[in-house]
């Protein structure tokens, strides 16, 4: 009896310590009128692209406040992949009022979609390859539903014409991706479909941690693979700094579907420029919040996907030379840029 | 902060913890009672969340609950097997049905990682529409995750008082006393890891599908919170007879979710969450024991005050 | 009733491999009550343990009321065979209660059937007969007993379906005096109601003369002495361990085995 009795009083107390308790992330940065839009934004995983989304995502919103004299009032969490943490931390968005939503990545996205069927709040996603096939909108140009946002879709076709452009006697590449992601299941279908149709042989080698995806390098190494194709997947990304050196040694040039690849050692990342992603997502976020724009009708925003990104030291150790290079790729690119291996963005700004 | 709020956040606390209690009478089944340490939870939670949502998509939410709990059977039926008839430890055979399953769970998902629910029909858009009716939709989840839990748990009581029930109770007490009353402790070890995990899978549907979408993850960690769970419903209730013992095993997993929703409004970053788990834990269980202990710390501090003095 | 019929069995430990049971022969006819004695080691709790199926023989056969169960599991023969242990512990299960270890002992019904009322008197009528208040204590949890009441306990589940043969392995060893002889007692008027055929391994050798109508000793796998009748009414104590030292050449000198 006592110790329900305990139970029950601490029931009310924690009741009352969330009715006391508010969010007090830093303090909203307001300016002239003082009105304030609460966002809640939520990452799926720790890894450097995602990451570089949310940051740009926040320095963006800071600056339209500052241009339009609002407030936003930003709550940040990351789930690391728990369902049920995920399903706290947006009801606790909720139980904030939160004004607008933004998951970053297709998990995140689909369980917010989800949380807001019945109270409407719009919900923009940042960093979905698939947001018609993951069902979070009815079609590109116009989703239907309060759910919209910005995709990373990555036009494969176009790293794999880079790939043949540096080597044009590839005959065997490597398709280096985790199963489990969502992210990479397109991107590889279509990689398949184009060396099918040119003639090219290519092996998959999957790994679900980073000890398996070292496993897995290993073996295409021992495969005697010419190249490594690996579209935008959170698995691989975290592994890259497990395994640059190693296909360094070997001499097999790892392209990728992003730039954060390439700033850990892999030869190139070719696709989505994160950051111009997390400022747009932002832009969007605002529109709607601020001006009235409708997340039914706000096209999903996909981004040409042209920029590569090139490590110059693994140019280097593969014996590649970068001008040529370069000049190779030119074709292929809206633009060409260099980067050297570091561990986050802000260490080679 | 509104009451509506916290009445909000109180409801999804419940919910979840609904849910994941079924995870957590689970292995009150197979731990508490059958003594075995089932460490193909995660992956059997998967399972059941990835064919609830492979049936429901193909049109059958209701299908999906008893087919969930069948994939649970099979799961537990091989566990079993495992370590009853192949040689294999106990921890092991879970262990590797858990990494088996894995390749199982993306199979029918149908290679890729991740099933979107959000058009399809489930047990809970079911219930919410015929909730509209008396205005309680808001409420939906919490009615079908209460009446599941409702109607797993009598049915746990009543199994347990029965011969089979009590024959897996005395398999995990005293396996030698169950072969001198003829009865076979291989099966009741099978049958007991069964229904464990037919429970397990039902946790996994629900889940996936009151979420309305499920991926490879999501069974993540799924035994650690369970045992946490149970851990803190044995400190509040384990001592009582059986209906009891059950309901808190509820609460265990309500108190857990609860525990989270707090720390989450103190704004703890996410990721501080499973070191405050591991306190509650810890707290849950030392706090009674310490006090037990109380005065038996007091008698030697006075003692050794005493000697203290003697010799001063 | 039980048929014994040349069973050897080996262990090994270690890279050593011992002969447990060295052709062990054996005729129990309905209603026996037979002694064992023997040193440690001799074999006793091995062939008690052969019989009742803990493990399968090398070779021989075993047949219970004329069926062979040779190649039976353990818990098949339970049905007819009632055992009890040294350890007062092993008999019943300690996070149950009383009522519940009998329920589960009596092995009647169906898997899914709970218990009765009628069992419940049954069991009530049973235990009061132990005169010792446990028939007021069915709800609770059999780990607060005592080694004496829970052998007690044992003692009633092994026998509520009078087995066809009852094994008793020391089964007072662990108790204190008092208690030993009260479940002596017990076991004597048990064994005497159903008639039953049992075999008694005891560390006391007045015992094993006392008692019974029949004793055996064992010596290193083998039994070597079998007396019944008047020869073994006329046997004291001493004239056992003489004929002991005929037999294995070495003297008895286990101090347990002198004590009364």
Redesign the interface.
């Known amino acids: 009896m006592k110790k329900i009795f305990a139970f029950v009083l601490s029931i009310i107390m924690a009741a009352a310590c969330m009715a006391a308790c508010s969010p007090s992330n830093p303090a909203p940065t307001s300016d002239a009128d003082g009105k304030t839009v609460k966002v809640g934004i939520c990452n799926y995983v720790d890894d450097a692209s995602l990451n570089q989304i949310v940051e740009n995502i926040q320095a963006r919103l800071k600056e339209i406040g500052g241009e339009k004299g609002v407030a936003f009032d930003v709550s940040y969490d990351n789930c690391n992949a728990d369902a049920n943490l995920l399903t706290q931390i947006i009801s606790n968005f909720i139980a904030d009022d939160v004004d607008i939503m933004i998951g970053v990545a297709t998990p995140v996205a689909m369980a917010m979609q989800a949380a807001t069927e019945d109270n409407g709040i719009p919900v923009v996603f940042a960093a979905v390859s698939d947001p018609v096939g993951a069902g979070l909108v009815e079609s590109m140009e116009a989703p239907g539903s309060n759910v919209t946002g910005t995709s990373d879709y990555l036009d494969t076709a176009a790293v794999m014409q880079l790939i043949t452009a540096a080597d044009p006697d590839v005959k065997n590449i490597a398709l280096l991706y985790d199963i489990g992601q969502d992210s990479s299941t397109a991107a590889i279908a279509h990689a398949k479909e184009y060396l099918d149709a040119n003639g090219i042989a290519y092996g998959e080698y999957t790994g679900t941690t980073v000890d398996e995806v070292t496993l897995a390098v290993q073996a295409l190494i021992a495969d005697g693979v010419d190249a490594v194709f690996t579209p935008t997947d959170n698995t691989i990304m975290k592994s890259e700094l497990s395994i640059y050196e190693m296909l360094q040694e070997a001499g097999i040039p790892h392209y990728t579907g992003a730039d954060s690849f390439a700033l850990n050692g892999a030869f190139l990342g070719y696709g989505v420029d994160y950051a111009a992603l997390g400022v747009e997502t932002a832009n969007m976020a605002a529109s709607i919040a601020l001006g009235g724009a409708k997340p039914a009708d706000t096209a999903v925003k996909t981004f040409d996907n042209g920029c590569a990104t090139i490590n110059t030291e693994t140019c280097e150790k593969l014996g590649f030379n970068y001008d040529e290079i370069c000049k190779a790729f030119e074709p292929f690119c809206t633009k060409i840029q260099s980067i050297v291996t570091a561990e986050s963005f802000d260490e080679v700004k | 902060m509104g009451l509506d709020q916290i009445l909000a956040l109180l409801q999804t606390a419940l919910e979840l913890g609904l849910i994941s209690s079924l995870t957590v009478l689970a292995l009150f089944l197979s731990y508490s009672m059958l003594n075995v340490c089932d460490l193909s939870t995660d992956g059997c939670f998967t399972l059941g969340a990835v064919v609830g949502a492979a049936v429901a998509i193909s049109g059958h939410p209701y299908l999906s609950i008893p087919a969930a709990m069948l994939a649970g059977v099979a799961s537990g039926f091989i566990t079993a097997i495992l370590q009853t008839k192949m040689g294999v430890n106990s921890l092991l055979a879970g262990i590797i049905v858990n990494t088996g399953l894995y390749s199982v769970n993306i199979a029918i998902m149908g290679g890729s990682s991740i099933l979107n629910m959000n058009k399809a029909d489930t047990v809970f858009t079911a219930v919410k529409s015929a909730l509209a009716k008396i205005n309680l939709s808001e409420q939906y989840k919490l009615a079908v995750a209460a009446a599941a839990v409702v109607i797993i748990a009598v049915l746990l009581g009543l199994f347990l008082k029965t011969r089979l029930g009590l024959a897996i109770r005395a398999t995990g007490d005293n396996p030698d006393m169950v072969r001198s009353s003829s009865i076979n402790p291989v099966f009741t070890t099978i049958i007991g890891l069964c229904v464990a995990n037919s429970f397990t899978a039902l946790s996994g549907c629900l889940l996936a599908q009151a979420q309305k979408s499920v991926n490879i993850d999501i069974g993540g960690g799924m035994v650690t919170i369970a045992l946490a769970s149970l851990l803190i419903g044995n400190v509040f209730l384990g001592k009582k007879k059986m209906p009891l013992r059950i309901a808190g095993m509820v609460l265990g997993a309500f108190v857990f979710r609860l525990v989270y929703t707090i720390a989450l409004r103190f704004n703890m970053p996410a990721f501080m969450l499973k070191l405050v788990s591991s306190v509650i834990v810890v707290a849950a269980i030392s706090i009674p024991y310490i006090k037990q202990q109380l005065p038996l710390i007091k008698r030697r501090l006075e003692s050794r005050k005493r000697e203290g003095n003697a010799n001063a | 009733m039980l048929r014994v019929d040349n069973i050897t069995k080996s262990f090994s430990v270690g890279t050593e491999t011992r002969r447990a049971l060295d052709g062990v022969s054996l005729n129990v006819k309905k209603g026996d009550f037979i002694t064992i004695i023997g040193a440690n080691g001799a074999g006793k709790s091995t062939l008690f343990n052969a019989i009742a199926g803990s493990f399968i023989t090398d070779s021989g056969t075993i047949s219970l009321d004329g069926r062979d169960i040779t190649l039976m599991?353990?818990?098949?023969r339970?049905?007819s065979i009632?055992?009890l242990f040294q350890d007062p512990m092993?008999?019943?299960?300690?996070?149950?209660t009383i009522e519940?270890?009998l329920?589960?002992?009596a092995?009647s019904?169906?898997?899914?059937?709970?218990?009765s009322k009628r069992d419940r008197e049954l069991f009530r009528e049973k235990v009061s007969m132990l005169g010792m208040g446990l028939e007021d204590r069915f709800d609770q949890s059999v780990g607060g007993l005592s080694g004496g009441q829970r052998q007690a306990l044992t003692l009633i589940?092994?026998t509520i379906n009078p087995p066809k043969l009852l094994l008793l392995d020391e089964h007072t060893a662990a108790l204190d005096p008092g208690a030993a002889e009260k479940i002596l007692r017990v076991t004597d008027s048990i064994i005497r109601e159903h008639n039953l055929t049992c075999l008694m391994i005891t560390h006391n050798m007045q015992s094993a003369l006392e008692l019974g109508n029949r004793t055996i000793m064992m010596d290193k796998g083998k039994i070597v002495t079998d007396v019944s009748g008047n020869e073994r009414a006329a046997l004291t104590v001493n004239d056992l361990l003489l004929r002991f030292r005929e037999i294995s050449g070495k003297a008895l000198d286990n101090d347990r085995m002198l004590l009364i």
Request: aromatic share 6%; no cysteine.
């Open positions: 599991s353990e818990y098949k339970a049905h009632g055992r092993r008999g019943s299960a300690p996070g149950m519940e270890n329920a589960l002992a092995g019904g169906k898997w899914l059937s709970r218990v589940m092994a």
